[in-house]
């Protein structure tokens, strides 16, 4: 009897082990593709000015009117130094539609 407690204590070990260096290598993984994707964009986070959908030029630089109430100078995708939260967008001045925030998935 005692040795198989020592022989399934053994297996519970060598199990854990093995789910910890799989979901170990899964997070490296997802975090060198997010790291990836974010160093494919990074013309687009950089960029003075964006494109709306009809090819309008949109400044991205600026003061910014914040949901929060508070105006803002600087990029419109950064987080509004009252609320912290950042713009999932902006609105083309001229036609409307939304110039998505590159950092977003």
Known sequence: M?????ALRLLRAVLGIALWCAGTAWLGVA???RTGVLLSRYKAIFAQLR??????EVPVYGIWDCQ???RVEGWAFAPCPICRESAGYT???ICGLP???PLLP
């Not at 005692?2 to 020592?6: A, G, H, I, S, V």
């Open 68 to 70: 929060c109430g508070s």
């Open 51 to 56: 494109f709306c959908p009809r090819g309008h």
């Open 31 to 33: 975090t060198i593709w």
């Open 2 to 6: 005692r040795e198989l407690k020592t």
């Open 91 to 93: 609105p083309c001045p």
């Open 99 to 101: 110039v998505r925030n």
